[in-house]
C-alpha cells in the first residue's frame, strides 16, 4: 500500500526523522493560510500524488510570496499530472503540500528496502540526491552504497559509522544521519514497511538534515496489524477495478493488453499471461481468483474483466486443486445472468470435477469456446479476437 508525501512525513516524524514544517491543503486559499502560518518568505507548494517525478512535471514549484502560494495552488490543485511514473494519462491533483522554504547546502539519497535474495533489510545511500536511483547507478555506480542489517540486532554502530563516512558526513550532520537510519529501521520494522525510501535527504545551511522528501510502501499482507495505516489509503490514487477487487480478496492488477484473465493461482495466473504473449497476444489484467474461491467470487472476478471497456475476449485457465471446476462454471453462469459477454470467452478447465463443469458450461447453450491445453486455450483466444 502507498501513502502520500505528506502521510509518510508524519509517520517518519513519528520516529524521529527530522521533517520540513507544512501542511496539506485542499483549496487555494487553504494553501495561502498555512504558508501565513508557517511564516517567513519562502514556500514550497507540491502536489500529491502516488508517483515520483513531479517536480519535473511541474508539480513542485518554488514561491516566494502569498500570492503566489495562492496562485500555485490553483493551478495544480484539479489538474492532471503527467510524471515518468504515471504514465502518459497521467493522475489528478486533489491536494498540495505546502512547506516552509529552507537554506539548503546539499541533496543525499537514502532509502530502506527488503532484499528478497539476501533475504534482509538493506540500506541504500548515496551522495548523489535529487534525482533517480536508477539514474545515478547508471552513470555513477561506484557513489551507491549498501549495507544489510543483522536480522536480530538490526544495524551496528559499526556499520552506521562506515556508511556515514562514505557519505562525507562529520560533526553533527553525521550523527544525525546514523540517527536517521536508525529511525528509520524503526519505523521500517514496526509499520511492517516494503519501502522507505528519503530522496532528497538535504543538509541545511545550519548544519541540520531534512527529509526533504519521503514516500513509504506498506506489506498489504500485514495491514491488518495496522489500521492506523490502513486508515491512510487515498482510493482516489487507486484503480477503482482494482479496489473493486480487493472487497473480495481478489488479486487483480490493470494491464495494458486486451485479452481478460481468470485464473486460480498466482503461478498459473503468470504463465498464462507468458503464454498469452507468446501466441501473438496482449493480457488486460493479472487476475487470481485463489484456491478456495466461493462462487460469487468468480462472479465478481468476471464482472471486473468485462468492466474493462479494452478487453476484446476472455480466457479462462483453471487449474481445480483446492478450487473445483463446477464452482467456476456456475460463476461463469452467474456472470452472464448479470451482463451479456459481448467478446469471445475460451475456457480451459482441469482438475477436481472438471466433468461436471464442461458439462454444465456446454448445457448452458453460451457461445463458449473450449480448450484443453494452456497453448491451446492461448492461441484460440488470439485468433478469436482477431
Known sequence: MKIHEYQAKEVLSQYGVSVPQGKVATTPEQARSVAQELGGNLWVVKAQIHAGGRGKGGGVKLARSLD?????ASSMIGMTLVTYQTGPEGKKVNQVLVEKGYNLDKEYYLAMVLDRAQEKIAVIASPEGGVSIEEVAHKTPEKIFKSYADSFEGFTPKQLKELSQKMGFKGETDSQFQ????????????????????????????????????????DDNALYRHPEIEALR???????????????????????????????????????????????????NFLDVGGGATQEKVTEAFKLILSDKNVKGVLVNIFGGI????????????????????????????????????KILMESGLKIISATTMKDAAQKVVRAIQ
Open 68 to 72: 503566489e502560494v495562492e496562485d500555485l
Open 179 to 218: 540517527e536517521t537510519i536508525s529511525s528509520l529501521y524503526k519505523a521500517f520494522i514496526e509499520k511492517d514497511g516494503s519501502l522507505v525510501e528519503i530522496n532528497p535527504l538535504v543538509s541545511t545551511k545550519e548544519g541540520k538534515l531534512l527529509a526533504l522528501d519521503a514516500k513509504i510502501n506498506f
Open 234 to 284: 487515498d482510493l482516489n490514487e487507486e484503480d477503482p477495478k482494482e479496489v473493486e477487487a480487493s472487497k473480495f480478496n481478489l488479486s487483480y492488477i490493470s494491464l495494458h493488453g486486451n485479452i481478460g484473465c481468470m485464473v486460480n493461482g498466482a503461478g498459473l495466473a503468470m504463465s498464462t499471461m507468458d503464454i498469452i504473449k507468446l501466441a501473438g497476444g496482449e493480457p488486460a
Open 323 to 358: 478450487m473445483r471446476c463446477d464452482i467456476i462454471a456456475r460463476g461463469i453462469l452467474d456472470a452472464v445472468k448479470h451482463g451479456s459477454i459481448r467478446v469471445p470467452l475460451v475456457v480451459r478447465l482441469e482438475g477436481t470435477n472438471v466433468e461436471e463443469g464442461r
